[in-house]
């Protein structure tokens, strides 16, 4: 397979209203899967003629491409040539020639030129250490594009590599499972800013919100407990959520989301999704940054900056800041919020081959007038409510405050064989301080007395400290290339809670309910419960090249995996799984230069938390995750469309225990299903298909049900669509787009003990944006979301109660580059 490197910067405007029209044809009819498409260049540059470079050291394909990017050239290669190799980068003033010379130092490359504009990459011919001059051979057609993996200033909606799956780097068309990437230009124009904005637009991903300051994650019909910083996984129970669910996107390069199960790097899990957030990188070798100020629906304000600079005059050591504050109010009443990110890492070049990464980085939110749940359903006569979006249950003292501290620092070294290293070692400090109140029950019709209060104060801190190893191999056999990546991961994870006893007030009617309930007086504070978790997992995966079409790639983890703390009675429980294998295997089979099919398999093993009606655990959930699909790269890889089917069958899945607690807790009891099986299919494109034109398009459908043919999980919707597109014409760029999601329900005991279907009917959220760049470095940009203002269920049946959806709200931008 062949790969381009760079995108031409003009084109005749006969080309590019044919691509056009091809490309809106492939959408519009469904069948972009199944359509060749080729771009040509017709830029036209001199070798003689020299350029001003800064481009860090770093793995030669990505060093290649911002040089290809910056020359205005096409660089033709076969990926396997660059895999696991390093380039020392290039700085200074250079000719397009003297500058392929200096990037391919230490290699045993050449390049050969083969138009005015294009050069072919190339193995150096056996004993041949000279260099070798550039020869016309006939022009090479342009089947993929060799895009680097960070995505920050590349204007793209894609990657050109990720680790997610695999550790082995590589593109999403060789990822033998669906995947999507939301890179940072998507999130710069949609407005993501937070991780469950980010989930919300992935394809076949949902988030629905337990209250105020929780968001629960699914996909394929299953619950999403880990997330992923940099490809180190973290996880979180719902019930003591820190505000993991509103980390702030401002610091991440890219998220990828790697869908189904993902055992061989995250050990245990539901076989749901991995979302992993890639951080920003100091790799800047010259001054270089934004700023930028907002202003929103609701007194929303924010600024943000974000500055990157060499700190010695070779550039070898760089540093990268990036600070933001927001405040804002809320639809909801009393609901305001305060959020500070700070963001600061150190990269530097200790040898040609050697980086080093150190950092910080932590978001403070400090909410106020926070909800825990969500409104009354129902009237005590057994008629539902209808609320204002606007009323809380919230007391004007109640706060979900909450600190999350990542200190990380790792270690990258290549030899001149191919051989990479890595080890990192990441600290996460995740606390939060919780004054709640939780209002239960159902309010009489007339006079909207009956509701009864629960004040708490909890302190949560959860403390994890991950050692992450790896090394990755390329080597020949049989005429062939491969890979092998090997690795070891040892995480301990410590979560504390504490709690204070209190007395409380009965509230008043709820009609008049205004906040101004009295906080109570608060006992001493003691340790509610514990639970300390240790993971140590070693997994090996190699990609073997079984013939020049297809690839192998065969792997498998093995996890000891040991949890222990202490419930809020004192009880104390102990679990062990020791040497659990999790294999892992995957055939892609390359069609042409633009198509391949594939095939995955892997095993699931995910201990859970949840608790039966009697306050036992339930047992570790276990089950298989099969998939199939075909994968396709468009315009030069600029443009990924994939289709694919899955199935999952698991045992102990946990299901909502209608009308049952945990005894002695008002929390949800559980039991275990048996038999479950979850497929279905999903279908994305994303990417550019023009130089204009941008465009991320997902659908998403299962059907999940135990062995008895009941569904399970349906609080989750079964069909998920999400569209946005931006075009640009000059300085203007508009954009728009369509979150819709099927009906959804769950069954909870109303208050004349009848069991009762809370559904929320299907809906659609649309939003739109322009962009106007007033001058080279100045842009303003407007952002409308649920521009219909359509009202809906954030939340059906937690707690037997409902949330609504964000209204119709605006948000206006100016952004300054320096």
Excluded at 111 to 130: F, I
Excluded at 419 to 431: H, M, Q, R, S, V
Excluded at 704 to 716: L, P
Aim: hydrophobic share 35%; net charge negative; proline share 3%.
């Amino acid at each position: 397979m062949q790969t381009n490197l760079s995108i031409p910067q003009k084109t005749s405007i006969v080309r590019a209203i044919q691509q056009l029209t091809h490309s809106s044809r492939h959408i519009l009819l469904c069948s972009a899967l199944f359509m060749p498409v080729t771009l040509y260049s017709t830029n036209t540059l001199a070798e003689t003629v020299t350029q001003s470079y800064s481009i860090q050291a770093g793995e030669l394909g990505s060093v290649l491409n911002r040089f290809a990017s910056q020359a205005g050239v096409n660089i033709y290669f076969d990926a396997a040539l660059t895999r696991g190799l390093q380039s020392p980068g290039l700085d200074g003033t250079h000719s397009i020639d003297s500058a392929l010379q200096k990037l391919l130092q230490g290699t045993n490359l050449q390049v050969v030129k083969t138009s005015a504009d294009s050069y072919q990459l190339q193995q150096r011919p056996s004993g041949d250490n000279t260099e070798v001059d550039s020869v016309t051979l006939a022009p090479v057609q342009v089947s993929a594009a060799g895009i680097g993996s960070n995505t920050e200033g590349t204007n793209s909606y894609t990657t050109g590599s990720m680790n997610t799956a695999t550790r082995l780097g590589l593109s999403i068309r060789e990822t033998p499972q669906s995947v999507s990437v939301i890179s940072r230009q998507l999130m710069d124009d949609m407005q993501l800013e937070s991780l469950t904005d980010v989930v919300n637009t992935v394809t076949g991903i949902n988030a629905k919100s337990f209250d105020s300051s929780r968001f629960g994650f699914s996909a394929r019909g299953f619950d999403i407990d880990n997330y992923q910083i940099d490809g180190v996984p973290t996880t979180w129970s719902s019930g003591w959520a820190a505000g993991e669910s509103q980390m702030d996107t401002v610091i991440y390069d890219r998220i990828e989301v790697v869908r189904g199960a993902s055992g061989l790097i995250s050990g245990a899990g539901n076989p749901s999704a991995a979302i992993n957030l890639v951080r920003k990188k100091a790799d800047s070798k010259e001054f270089t940054g934004h700023a930028s100020v907002s202003a929103g629906s609701w007194d929303r304000y924010q600024g943000t900056v974000d500055i990157s600079t060499p700190l010695n005059e070779a550039g070898t050591v760089r540093g990268r800041v990036v600070g933001s504050y927001l405040d804002e109010r809320s639809y909801v009443d009393l609901l305001e919020n305060e959020k500070t990110v700070f963001y600061g890492t150190l990269a530097a070049d200790l040898t040609d081959n050697t980086l080093m990464n150190v950092g910080i980085s932590q978001q403070q939110n400090k909410p106020t007038g926070s909800t825990w749940g969500g409104l009354p359903t129902w009237f005590s006569d057994g008629g539902r409510t209808d609320w204002s979006r606007s009323k809380t249950t919230a007391a004007d003292w109640t706060e979900w405050s909450s600190t999350h501290t990542n200190y990380f620092a790792n270690l990258e070294h290549v030899f001149d064989s191919g051989l990479k290293l890595y080890a990192g070692y990441t600290k996460n400090i995740n606390e939060a301080d919780l004054r709640l109140l939780y209002l239960s029950g159902a309010p009489d019709r007339a006079t909207g007395l009956g509701m009864s209060a629960s004040p708490a104060w909890y302190d949560v801190k959860r403390e994890q400290d991950t050692i992450d190893i790896y090394g990755s191999l390329p080597f020949d056999f049989a005429g062939k290339n491969h890979e092998i990546t090997v690795g070891f991961m040892h995480s301990k994870q410590d979560l504390t809670t504490d709690n204070r006893p209190r007395v409380a007030a009965a509230p008043g009617s709820f009609y008049d309910w205004d906040g101004s309930y009295p906080e109570p007086e608060w006992g001493e504070k003691t340790t509610y419960t514990t639970q300390d978790t240790k993971q140590i997992g070693g997994y090996a995966v190699a990609r073997l090249t079984l013939a020049d079409p297809l690839k192998l790639i065969l792997g498998s983890r093995i996890t000891n995996w040991e949890i222990e703390g202490m419930k809020w009675n004192g009880e104390r429980y102990n679990f062990d799984h020791h040497q659990v294998v999790t294999p892992y295997a995957g055939l892609i089979y390359d069609i042409n230069d633009i198509y391949s099919a594939f095939v995955s398999y892997t095993d699931i093993f995910n201990p859970q938390d949840y608790q039966d009606r009697n306050g036992n655990y339930l047992d570790p959930l276990e089950g298989e995750n099969y998939e199939a699909g075909i994968k396709a790269e468009y315009l030069q890889g600029r443009l990924n469309a994939m289709v694919s089917v899955f199935r999952i069958e698991q045992d102990n899945l946990a299901q909502v225990d209608a009308g049952y607690l945990i005894p002695g807790t008002i929390n949800q009891a559980y039991y275990a299903a048996e038999g479950t099986t979850s497929k279905g299919f999903e279908a994305e494109i994303s990417g550019a298909i023009t130089d204009n034109w941008n465009l991320i398009v997902g659908w998403s459908q299962f059907q999940a049900e135990d062995a008895d043919g009941a569904s399970v999980n349906i609080r989750y919707p079964r069909r998920t669509a999400t569209l946005f597109t931006t075009y640009r014409l000059d300085q203007l760029t508009l954009g728009g787009g369509v979150n819709w999601e099927s009906s959804n329900y769950t069954l909870v005991t109303n208050p004349l003990g009848q069991t009762e279907k809370l559904k929320q009917d299907s809906y659609a959220l649309v939003r739109l944006m322009a962009k106007y760049q007033v001058t080279p470095a100045l842009s303003a940009q407007l952002n409308i979301n649920n521009l219909f203002d359509e009202k809906y269920y954030t939340n059906i049946g937690f707690y037997s109660q409902l949330a609504y959806g964000t209204p119709r709200n605006a948000n206006l931008t100016l952004k300054y580059d320096f």
